[in-house]
């Protein structure tokens, strides 16, 4: 058998022998194979870069979607276009940042204030000098948050039963009168208003699994199993708060623009299904153009386009979502409007993987120009009303999006290559992106709907999973009215609080004045302006 050297000496003295002629085409036929070689081995290293350095970026670098070469801002146009910088006479400018006045009284103004006095006894008072009693002239007051750790009290409810003596003694019956006492939550249990309010918070709002929550309470000497908490959880949502969810619903799908997404969720039994099977939840919720607010959370077992169908089939409008196309075959009279914050995404990740050296001037950064100078407009357009901010956009922002899209598409990236990819997601998704141009209260993307994502998610890599579909759905409840009520300026647990304790002597004539945005519910449900402004609303 010939090594590889004896081979090569092999070949090279057949070729000699050919034809001068044969030999030529053989030469160039060979020439012509190993540039096609070359040049997909070359892609094929490009290709496996790009996802070495996505891979390293997600694992270890920052989640901002700020873009910048070098420390500048990214610029659609070139220097000869760029205004001319002031020139400087070799002085240096520096600027302090100052305080504002007046926060920490905000900061203060939503809490209670306990003062104590510390004074000088009448003996102490007298002047070292002359011995005369001196007079208060001044106060040095300090101030400092303390904490009062929460505390858990057996209340009893005693409703006591009255008879009348005589006509026990001379009547034929004897009349009995209770005394009117507040309706439980659930008969025979522990469980009250307040407590399965915090244990709702603190799971639902606070991220803590339950089982965190039983170790809390036996460090201050409750013995309250987690079985019996999510018992609580579960009785609670579907006794009394499945009816105010239920017309969150309804209140979602009279709206005209929505916005939607969903998120992975794992349910240990299942019937039918194995407990690494995934299942999911469905996100709906209200724009920023709406009065009433809702934030919906929907648990289903599939990720099928037949949900959002079902779900919508009631709904006329806009509605805003990412490029998954189980939200591009629904209803007549939705009209699905793409997200602009997924195409950064993919021209960002794709800026990222080349060396910071090589990232000015390449078509990466400019795609990235592209879509900084269309959010940056949208940002200018904030304070405007929805017809002017219509105007606007079909004024400045469609004509930056036309020419991204032409420019875009001149660059004939091979479909496979990473900058194709960026284009062809793009391209695929125009006809849902350039929907944003239709209506003056849509928005540039669907972060408002990943935002709503966000408190789910947390939660989930907390308490990892529920165990029963009925956890589930009321996980789906809890989330839906929490959320809807931060939305809505109310305090959540003062407000959840607020439900348990009417809900259970409540008909369906009382439900509209427990709504969240009802005018009826009392002033300790909605948040302080300090409140308010600590815990980031508005």
């Known amino acids: 058998m010939l090594d ?12 000699k022998t050919a034809a001068p002629e044969e030999n030529k085409r053989d030469y160039l036929a060979e020439i012509d194979a190993l540039k096609t070689t070359v040049a997909e081995l070359q892609m094929l290293v490009q290709y496996y870069q790009t996802q070495l350095f996505m891979g390293k970026r997600r694992l270890f670098g920052s989640s901002s979607e700020k873009t910048s070469v070098d420390g500048q801002q990214l610029s659609l146009f070139g220097e000869a276009e760029a205004p001319a910088a002031p020139e400087t006479q070799g002085e240096e400018i520096h600027y302090k940042r100052k305080k504002r006045k007046g926060k920490r009284e905000e900061d203060l103004s939503a809490l209670p204030v306990e003062r104590i006095d510390y004074e ?3 003996a102490e008072r007298a002047c070292p000098q002359c011995g005369k009693t001196m007079k208060d002239i001044g106060v040095d007051v300090r101030r400092e948050f303390t904490l009062i750790p929460a ?14 003596s005589d006509c026990s003694k001379n009547g034929d019956s004897t009349p009995l009168v209770k005394a009117k006492a507040p309706v439980p939550l659930m008969g025979g249990s522990l469980a009250s208003a307040s407590l399965v309010a915090h244990i709702a918070i603190q799971k ?8 965190r ?24 949502s579907e006794l009394y708060l499945e009816a105010i969810y239920i017309r969150l619903k309804e209140q979602l799908l009279t709206e005209s623009v929505l916005h939607a997404d969903e998120t992975t969720f794992q349910i240990l039994k299942e019937p039918g299904r194995a407990p690494q099977s995934k299942s999911y939840e469905w996100i709906y919720r209200t724009s920023g153009c709406a009065k009433r607010k809702v934030v919906f959370y929907d648990y289903k077992e599939t990720r099928k386009q037949e949900h959002p169908r079902e779900f919508l089939k009631d709904f006329s409008g806009y509605l805003h979502t990412d490029g998954h196309q189980v939200y591009h075959n629904l209803p007549p009279g939705i009209v699905v409007v793409g997200c602009w914050a997924h195409v950064r995404r993919k021209w960002e990740n794709l800026l990222k993987t080349i060396p910071k050296e090589k990232r000015e001037g390449s078509n990466a950064a400019r795609g990235v120009a592209y879509l900084n100078a269309l959010f940056a407009l949208e940002r200018e357009f904030t304070e405007l009303s929805p017809q002017k901010r219509y105007q606007a956009r079909l004024e400045k922002s469609k004509p930056i999006q036309e020419a991204f899209f032409t420019w875009a598409r001149g660059l004939g990236a091979l479909p496979k290559s990473p900058i194709g990819e960026a284009v062809g997601y793009m391209v695929s998704q125009r006809k849902y992106l350039e929907n944003i141009f239709l209506d003056g209260r849509l928005e540039l993307s669907n972060n ?10 947390l939660g989930r890599k907390n308490w990892l999973f529920s165990c029963v579909p009925a956890g589930a759905r009321a996980s789906s409840v809890l989330y839906s009215i929490i959320e809807t009520a931060k939305e809505n300026g109310l305090h959540p647990r003062r407000y959840l609080e607020y439900l348990f304790k009417m809900l259970p002597g409540s008909t369906m004539n009382d439900l509209e004045n427990l709504l969240p945005w009802s005018s009826a519910l009392p ?14 609303y508005k």
């Open 448 to 457: 408002r709907a990943e935002r709503s994502v966000k408190p789910f998610v």
């Open 204 to 211: 639902y709002e606070n991220a803590m699994p339950l089982y």
């Open 151 to 164: 505390q858990v009290v057996v209340t009893e409810h005693a409703a006591h039963t009255y008879a009348c």
């Open 213 to 236: 929550l039983e170790k809390g309470f036996a460090y201050d000497g409750v013995c309250i199993s987690r079985q019996n908490m999510a018992n609580w959880v579960i009785q609670c």
């Open 4 to 15: 590889f050297k004896h081979f090569m000496w092999y070949n090279w003295e057949v070729k």
């Open 523 to 536: 002033e300790d449900c909605h948040m302080l302006s300090g409140e308010s402004r600590q815990c980031g």
């Open 120 to 122: 000088l006894d009448e």
